[in-house]
């Protein structure tokens, strides 16, 4: 494992074991989030954006962005998992076979009575509590949404405009207000939907997690014949890049994609895990004033760990002006371009990082790009602090 600092952000470069369990998030496991998804009535496959003319100016053969802004509604991605593990949660508590049973199934009058009875509780840096809120709208239930300290008062109202929850903006990091919102679940009887698992708490975190998948395979059959050689992956926990790295290895027939992690300097829990080096999960424990909101965690999803540990060839830590990059250039993108991609702030930081590298050889070479390479990034949000991102936009 060799470290290399640059002034904007640094990278940790691994050659992958590769031989980890990623059956778990499979072809089979994305197709049944799918069908769930599919009989949502506000679903919508978005759009697999091609940025033809970067790909052309930089030598390479594809870059394709999964634009996940206009999601639900939500200019998120986080929906799909909030909504799934919903669905399964209740499928199991209401006695309703999930491989059967999908959305229609709850308009019964006797289901939504049951429904309107429970209560849900989360921890979130915003986007999740807003799918998690929808999610409660959609199947009648209620919910309680607790935010970290610094939480900017827009993501909050955006949280309770998005669905049924209250949200409130607490004065701990994201951690503790995760072991916040699980003792109160505890105490009041709420089910705790966390994106993120430790010791005893597994089966939801993974529930979300699958629910992930639908955008990856989406992707997947947007790209038809061409397969990513490389795929850039923004993590906060690691439950996204965990699940969609799993399914694309998973699928790769002879060739394992080049996969790298991108987080936020200062919440880079998943590289300084990497770092260590002693396989083992640690915990970043300084407070982090990055403006990407939505990667600003501590700790790493234990379902996940293993998958980032043994299947990432590169785990990079950027400042927030790489993101700030990555923001304006997919809003003014290169003449010739189809569309513009709205990104926010935890979206675009993949894509800033990925110019950076694009435009040095020796990085090209660290991460074997070349004409041929055929490389895949998620936007998953869109401008979901309109201020800060009109703000960014116009610099």
Same mark, same amino acid.
């Given at each position: ?127 999740? %509590? ?5 999610? #409660?709208?959609? $199947?009648?239930? =209620? @919910?309680?949404?607790? /935010? +970290?300290?610094? !939480? ?85 926990? %690691? ?5 969609? #790295?799993?399914? $694309?290895?998973? =699928? @790769?027939?002879?060739? /394992? +994609?080049?996969? !790298? ?85 935890? %979206? ?48």
């Amino acid at each position: 494992m060799k470290e290399y600092l640059y002034e904007n952000f640094r990278i940790l470069a691994q050659t992958p074991i590769g031989n980890t369990d990623v059956s778990r998030f499979d072809e089979a496991a994305a197709e049944r989030a799918l069908r769930f998804h599919r009989s949502l009535p506000d679903y919508r496959r978005t759009d697999l954006e091609k940025l033809g003319c970067a790909a052309e100016r930089y030598g390479v053969d594809s870059i394709f962005v999964k634009d996940e802004s206009s999601r639900f509604g939500l200019k998120a991605f986080k929906g799909l998992g909030g909504s799934y593990c919903m669905f399964r949660i209740l499928c199991e508590k209401l006695g309703l076979d999930a491989d059967a049973a999908d959305y229609s199934s709850f308009s019964d009058d006797r289901i939504r009575k049951a429904c309107s009875s429970i209560t849900f509780a989360t921890a979130t840096d915003g986007n999740h %509590g807003k799918g998690v809120s929808w999610a #409660a709208k959609i $199947f009648g239930c =209620r @919910a309680h949404v607790f /935010m +970290p300290k610094g !939480t900017v008062e827009a993501r909050r109202r955006a949280v309770e405009a998005a669905g049924s929850a209250t949200a409130e903006i607490t004065e701990m990091n994201y951690d503790e207000t995760v072991r916040y919102a699980s003792r109160l679940a505890e105490q009041n009887g709420w089910i705790l939907i966390q994106d993120t698992a430790w010791d005893g708490y597994e089966k939801i975190p993974a529930w979300i997690i699958e629910g992930y998948l639908t955008m990856a395979a989406e992707a997947e059959a947007q790209m038809g014949a061409k397969k990513p050689t490389h795929i850039f992956l923004q993590a906060g926990v %690691g439950s996204m890049a965990g699940g969609v #790295a799993a399914y $694309f290895i998973h =699928r @790769a027939a002879d060739q /394992m +994609p080049h996969v !790298t992690i991108v987080e936020a300097e200062g919440s880079d829990c998943i590289y300084q895990s990497a770092k260590k080096n002693d396989g083992q999960i640690h915990t970043v424990s300084d407070e982090c004033r990055t403006i990407m909101a939505g990667l600003n965690c501590g700790t790493p999803c234990k379902t996940v760990w293993p998958i980032l540990r043994d299947c990432s060839g590169f785990y990079c830590a950027c400042k927030d002006c790489i993101t700030e990059a990555g923001m304006r250039a997919y809003a003014s993108p290169f003449a010739g371009e189809i569309s513009t991609v709205v990104s926010g702030e935890s %979206g675009a930081v993949t894509y800033g990082l990925l110019l950076e590298i694009l435009q040095s050889q020796e990085l090209r070479q660290l991460f074997r790009i070349d004409n041929n390479s055929v490389i895949l990034l998620f936007n998953t949000e869109g401008d979901t602090d309109p201020e800060d991102y009109a703000r960014i936009i116009a610099k």
